[in-house]
């Protein structure tokens, strides 16, 4: 009888505990990622700079490229500064944007890329997508999945806690997600890819239903493993559908319409993932998402994130014309400005009471 497999693109190591990063050296001298030792790290300002310190005696051969910020240009540069040099790997050490920079220059050059995360701010860190502002705002960048992925949780508590909310927020985005992907194969006959909609949903539901707290390792274990298959959901199904529904499509809204005044990622998905199943009429699982956002001190309104209601409104409106294509429950109402303003005011008032 012949054996039927499915090749899964996943990384080859994944590294999530406290101490990791004294690991680091050990796990880059594997032999699918960099025998020779040679390596391009592309680091931060902050919380790279300072674990560079602490890294390069053990590291000798690996050169260190700082990264300004996380545009379109930075990864560009840093893959024309690497071309040619020989690197076995390239190695995000950072937070999102640093990952999302050396996946693309990574790409760029046809190397495999190690994301060392620094914080757990979304789902970034293993996904098979680059996130990078250009000068039309934002794009999205289709890149390889990260050969390694390392998580120290030691260095996770050392980051803003606001961070580590943030990640909650998108793990949880994907139920919602999930919920939009179903009713797009109900109403549109959309395929739906049954083990990258479990792996993200299963994600999705240990983070939502955990009790503990940001300060807990167990529960960072938890966010951090969410984040991770959140990530290879996304390889396996080849896009983004099992982490990105309405909720992402509010969250590039507000980034599109207000640069410059858009909140972390996560805390407008998890508003859009609140607002999106209240517009499913999911009474019950609006109301945990609110209580569990609420309960990691993540935002539920808009006007906690600094824009009104005016603004969410047209945000809201506008949120579909940020993934053409993509059915979500927004296409699905085809909702007017009066009908969400209508529906928000009821989101609003029972979120409230």
């Known amino acids: ?20 990063m004294d690991q680091l050296d050990g796990i880059l001298a594997d032999q699918r990622i960099s025998a020779s030792g040679r390596l391009a ?3 931060s300002g902050g919380s790279g700079q300072a674990l560079r310190a602490r890294l390069e005696p053990a590291l000798p051969l ?5 990264v300004v910020d996380g545009t379109i240009d930075s990864a560009v540069k840093l893959a024309d500064d690497i071309k040619g040099r020989r690197y076995d790997a390239v190695v995000g050490l950072g937070g999102g944007k640093i990952i999302d920079v050396a996946k693309y220059a990574a790409a760029r050059v046809g190397l495999p890329m190690v994301a060392v995360a620094t914080n757990l701010s979304h789902d970034g860190i293993c996904s098979p997508v680059s996130i990078l502002d250009n000068d ?6 289709g890149v390889p999945t990260p ?6 949780l030691d260095v996770i508590r050392e980051a803003p806690t606001r961070f580590i909310r943030a990640g ?6 994907n139920i919602s997600a999930i919920a939009d992907w179903e009713l797009s194969h109900r109403i549109t006959g959309e395929a739906v890819d049954g083990l990258a909609a479990a792996m ?4 999705g539901e240990s983070v939502l239903r955990h009790p503990g707290g940001c300060g807990d390792d167990e529960f960072l274990t938890v966010l951090s493993e969410a984040l991770v298959l959140s990530g290879i959901a996304m390889s396996i199904s080849g896009d983004s559908r099992p982490s990105s529904g309405a909720c992402h499509e509010i969250s590039h809204a507000f980034d599109l319409l207000y640069p410059g005044r858009s909140a972390l990622h996560g805390e407008q998905v998890g508003i859009g993932a609140a607002f999106a199943m209240h517009l499913r009429g999911a009474a019950d699982q609006a109301g945990l998402f609110t209580e569990v956002l609420r309960r990691h001190a993540l935002p539920v309104l808009p006007e906690q994130i600094g824009f009104s209601v005016d603004e969410f409104v047209a945000a809201v409106e506008y949120a579909p014309q940020t993934r053409p294509g993509r059915f979500t429950i927004l296409e699905h109402l085809n909702l007017s400005a009066a009908d969400i303003r209508d529906a928000y005011a009821d989101y609003a008032q029972t979120i409230r009471s």
Request: glycine share 8%.
């Open 1 to 20: 009888m012949p054996v039927l497999t499915r090749l899964i693109p996943s990384p080859v190591v994944v590294d999530i505990s406290c101490g990791a």
């Open 41 to 43: 790290i592309a680091i």
């Open 62 to 66: 690996a050169d260190w490229y700082p």
């Open 136 to 141: 039309n705002g934002r794009g999205s960048y």
């Open 147 to 152: 050969i390694a992925m390392v998580i120290d």
């Open 168 to 173: 909650v927020g998108d793990a949880i985005s």
């Open 200 to 203: 993200a949903r299963t994600a």
